[in-house]
């Protein structure tokens, strides 16, 4: 009978020691003998501050998705935190401000449409290589190059001749990329484009030219052939797990390294837990947070402490295929923009992680107006008023009216979704019904025409309000409900070339109360998001209010890490 | 006996081939393709037409299907899998990589789960209705009813936000396979204890068992050599394609503890379109879980003397 105690036993033991093994003895206090008060230089030549760490501990980890390659040109949105790998010609302050960078100077053209950089000239290549306007020239061809088949080549299509380039009309000594001297080259576009620096800045990055014509396009997947002329370097690329940069001995430009070590810790792009490897302290910072992870955020004592909040440069809106019934009809779409209460939806639903929205342009983004009374008006919750609108196009109390998918993307506002598809049930007698489909799925058949109707989303890819604006009547993008207006196109277009301005502003402002009068789209509101930054990392570079600015290149240039 | 197994083998191969065909159609026709949508944050944005056109060119997807096919299917047999849309990388250096990670997450969650597992359901087929099979039963539903990615990120919030014990994933450093390791064994031991239980159970009512007692065995005999032998005929069924799984790992520990490993790998690759790595992943599938059918079928023959492997005169 008693037979089994004995194994039972052992195996009690055996899983009491296992868990014992789990509990791996905490880190002893660090118990380094006290640095004497000698002022602490990092290897990237920069003395730090006295609350700094020892050099060892010089270290900041952030994560992020694996990239392809370490061709920045080529890898924009895919991964490997570019800022630590190459230097940009200038680099935006939180302020929003231009900095030199790999540039000393630049001017632009009387005409507004040439940029003419005079590059710094002891840059060097992390292989000790100088850089010259030549690697820079030859970068930029090489972006549009045809043979490149680069699919983010449309981004530098308003360089002079850059889309007959890319498309294989035109030679490369008709590209609008001039190479001046040594140390000098010019890029000129095809109309004015007041906002170039930052479509540059952010996309461009110099490849080392000599490892390219050597290695070919496997030059970018090994880091021994993949110098950087930036502050850090590539120093280890293990797949999976993470990259390592490393100051770059031969940096002499304006933000040396602060950092002994930067690194991207790899993750998948689904399913990782963001916030508990902050938390469990296995990141140091970078982490955006939205939704139920900033509530719990902000409920926190320690995790608010650390949080930069501020609105997101993304407009989240009802999108609505104009090209067949029901949504071709303006009373309809109108119908829709008076009846979601986006004040309920943002507090009571999303419990105040976002902000409602009657416009396209996020909050505090440039030519931003939405205190506009007569913005508003044009999408402000009036149930009385949608309800009348639906009568009259024809479907009182929702009648007739076809019941339909309401489409979100890969989870990304389903709640939302529901919340809105309860409130023009309520006020419309609509029938809609959730549905979450996946990212290729979604956006393929958006492009095809065969969604009628779903919660999209519009983030910024450079601080200008064309961003925002420009696609809208453009049948090649994706996002194109089937509607074309030929006094916004005008707006548009002669906003576009301007000079920041008021009167720019105007014009686009005037563009963005078009969408909204005629309910082009039903905005419905910008989300918030914390951005998480331990409190041992000192020394970020934020705006005078003390937030991380709107496209802060600077942000870490200064930072080092306490004790 | 060779005969049959040449005959299985040979099914296996045309197992596999039906299969290449079906994926090979299914990914090119549910809808959005690799170059269809720009990659992540810029999906917004389509790729220009001239430039959609050009990448076709250069991967072949401009071809008709049955050349595509051939040509893959041509290049496949001499190892070459091609190379990974979404990484990159050559699949055969992927799965090179990638697959030694996940087998040694899973073999380390087995030799902790399996025994454990099958030790808790044979003590609690034999004392039924005791604190031990009460014991066993909370063990077993409560792994059951959790979704391993919810088990997955409260003992992340336990032991390494809470206790700070551990790390919150990563691979590389042996603290770092803990976590993955039991929150996958946990799993098992549940399964595996529940279904021991149940064969166990059924075993020692079987009247062999009643008459191995009446002739007066030792009991250690009759539960080891009469009923825990007949019990571990459906447990080999249910191990087969177990281990296959275990050995392609799971979406769900691997994302969350960040293991660079192949499981997460076929959902992933189907969310890219990455089409070379959702064919050869399959195909991975397909041949492990067939190999190991056929490796279950042949045991059997040794472990049930009434079942004869290839039919005997």
Known sequence: ?563 | MARYVLGRIVGIIGVLFFVSIMIFIMIHFIPGGPFDAMPTESEHRAIPEHIRQKLMEKYGLDKPLYVQYLRYMWAALRGDFGISFRYGEPISDFVGRTWPITAQLGLSAMAIGIPIGILMGVVAALRPNTWLDYLTNVIVITTFVTPVFVIAIMSIIIFAVQLRWLPSGGWGEPKQWIMPTLVYAIGLIGGMARFTRASMVDALQAEYVRTARAKGLQERAVVFRHAFRAASLPLITLLGPLVVNLLLGSFFIEAIFRVPGIGSQTTLAIYNRDYPMIMALILLWTFAIAIAYLVTDLLYGVVDPRIRIGGTK
């Not at chain 1, 820079?136 to 090489?142: E, G, K, N």
């Not at chain 1, 709640?415 to 409130?423: K, N, S, T």
């Not at chain 1, 109707?453 to 890819?461: E, F, K, T, V």
């Not at chain 1, 006094?487 to 070339?497: G, H, K, S, V």
Request: proline content about 6%.
């Open chain 1, 1 to 563: 009978m008693n037979r089994w105690r004995l194994p039972i036993l052992v195996l009690a033991a055996l899983i009491l020691v296992t868990a014992a093994g789990c509990v791996a003895p905490t880190a002893p206090a660090s118990e380094m003998p006290e640095e004497e008060m000698m002022e602490q230089v990092s290897s990237g030549g920069v003395t730090l501050p006295e609350d700094a760490a020892p050099a060892d501990k010089q270290v900041f980890r952030s994560a992020g998705i694996e990239g392809k390659h370490f061709d920045t040109m080529r890898n924009e949105y895919e991964g490997f935190a570019f800022e630590a790998t190459i230097e940009q010609l200038a680099k935006m302050g939180p302020e929003g401000d231009w900095h030199p960078a790999a540039a000393d100077s630049w001017e632009q053209s009387e005409d507004g449409r040439t940029w003419t950089f005079h590059l710094r000239q002891d840059a060097m290549w992390s292989d000790g290589t100088p850089v010259t306007a030549e690697d820079w020239v030859y970068s930029f061809r090489r972006y549009l190059d045809p043979e490149m088949s680069n699919v983010y080549a449309w981004f530098l299509f308003d360089l002079e001749n850059g889309e007959a380039y890319n498309k294989g009309e035109v030679d490369v000594e008709e590209l609008g990329v001039k190479l001046i001297d040594d140390y000098t080259f010019s890029l000129t576009t095809k109309v004015p484009i007041p906002y170039y620096m930052f479509k540059i800045n952010w996309h461009a990055a110099p490849v080392p030219r000599h490892m390219v014509e050597e290695h070919g396009e496997d030059w970018a997947n090994d880091p021994a052939t993949a110098p950087s002329n930036g502050p850090y370097r590539i120093a280890e690329w293990n797949r999976g797990q993470n990259v390592i940069f490393t100051p770059n001995p031969y940096y002499t430009g304006r933000y040396p390294a602060t950092f002994e070590q930067k690194i991207q810790v790899i993750i998948p792009e689904v399913a990782a837990p963001l916030l508990q490897m902050y938390q469990a302290g296995d990141i140091d910072g970078g982490v955006g947070v939205t939704g139920d992870d900033l509530v719990q955020v902000l409920a926190d004592p320690q995790l608010s402490k650390e949080a930069y909040i501020s609105v997101m440069n993304r407009g989240v809106y009802l999108y609505l295929n104009q090209r067949t019934a029901p949504f071709d009809d303006i009373l309809v779409r109108q119908a829709l923009g008076h009846a979601v209460d986006r004040t309920a939806l943002c507090d009571n639903v999303m419990r105040g992680t976002c902000i409602p929205a009657h416009g396209f342009l996020p909050k505090d983004f440039p030519c931003e107006r939405n205190d506009d009374p007569e913005l508003i008006a044009y999408q402000n919750y009036d149930p009385e008023k949608a309800a009348d609108l639906m009568a009259q196009a024809g479907y009182p109390g929702g009648e007739g009216f076809p019941e339909m998918v309401l489409y979100t993307k890969e989870g990304e506002f389903i709640r939302e979704a529901e919340a809105i598809q309860r409130m023009l049930a309520d006020n419309l007698g609509i029938k809609l019904t959730p549905q979450n489909i996946e990212r290729a799925d979604y956006v393929a058949r958006m492009a095809n025409a065969e969604l009628k109707i779903a919660l999209n989303r519009w983030g910024a890819d450079f601080i200008d309000p064309s961003n925002f604006v420009d696609w809208w009547d453009d049948p090649a993008a994706s996002y194109f409900t089937g509607w074309t207006d030929e006094e916004y196109r005008n707006l548009i277009d002669t906003a576009r070339p301007m000079q920041m301005s008021a009167e720019r502003c105007d014009l686009y402002h005037e563009a963005i109360k078009i969408l909204s009068r005629d309910a082009i789209g039903v905005f419905v509101m910008n989300p918030v998001q914390a951005v998480l930054y331990k409190d041992y990392v000192s020394g970020l570079t934020l705006t005078d209010d003390g937030t991380l600015g709107v496209y802060n290149m600077m942000l870490l240039d200064s930072a080092y890490i306490t004790e």
